[in-house]
């Protein structure tokens, strides 16, 4: 089979995706290590049984819904290329919105920041690769999670952020932190349970946060004080029914220029706001 004949197959066996061009193309440049160019220049050149057995069992584990991502085991965040396996969430788009919004608020070299659920490490790792002077610690309370977010680092040399192991605050030092940023589990058991997407294959513990969904962002928002040094911003990513739930969590725990910052499809996904101690 060649690649043209092969594409075709693939682009069949995923007619139900959206997708379906964009994902064959994916698979077999990843399998074969060839640039997209060469999709249309070689597209005569026969496929090796090997690596066909590779590509079908690819297809097969995408055609049951497995996203992209943890198929090839890497995925594209700000500008870094991130190791991602079944035990991390797949960092979205969306989130690079959160690091565009912290990296506003940066004034100071000396900067210190907290990150919250670092998951892949996508958020501290991108705020380290836009500033080596700022100090990061990201955590988690999933070893593989922080197994993972340190390889990242180490694949990209980013020396600057730490990762330790927290039951979100447990471990934290206080008054060390002018930043805190988190993007929490934000659905609720419901939420997740009807989701028709394939965020099944994601780890649960990155996704729910108890019967309403809110429980993470309140727990977060009423513990940060005592890590800010004198003040400090918090930064928290949230689904946008959430806006008006979590802009009142803020208000009633003291926080000040309470802003909410919209997404790439103009709905609400981050608020921060201001606390001076
Ligand atoms: C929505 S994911 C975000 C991952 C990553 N920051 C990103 O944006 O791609 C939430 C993360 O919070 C972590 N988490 C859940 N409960 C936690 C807790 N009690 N303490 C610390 N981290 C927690 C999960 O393991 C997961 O990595």
Redesign the pocket.
Known sequence: MNIITWLSYARKKLSNSLTAKLDSEVLLCFVLKISKKDLFYKNKKKIKIKYLLILNNFLFRRVLGEPIAYIIKKKE?WSLSLFVSSY?????PE?EI?VEQVLLKVSSTKNSIL??????????LALASENSQLKII?????LY?LLIAKYNADKLNLNNVKFIY???F?NIPIKKFHIIV?????LSRKDFKNSCSNISFE?Y???V?GNSGIE?IEYIIKNSFQYFVSSGWLYI?HCYKQTKLVHNIFKNNFFINIVSVKDYSNRNRITYGYLNK
């Open positions: 965040f991390v969430l797949i960092p979205r989130t959160l990150e919250l659920g670092t998951g892949s490490g996508a958020i501290s990201g955590t988690d309370i999933s999670a927290s039951n979100w447990q988190c993007n929490p589990p934000y780890p513990s990155a996704l946060s993470c990513e």
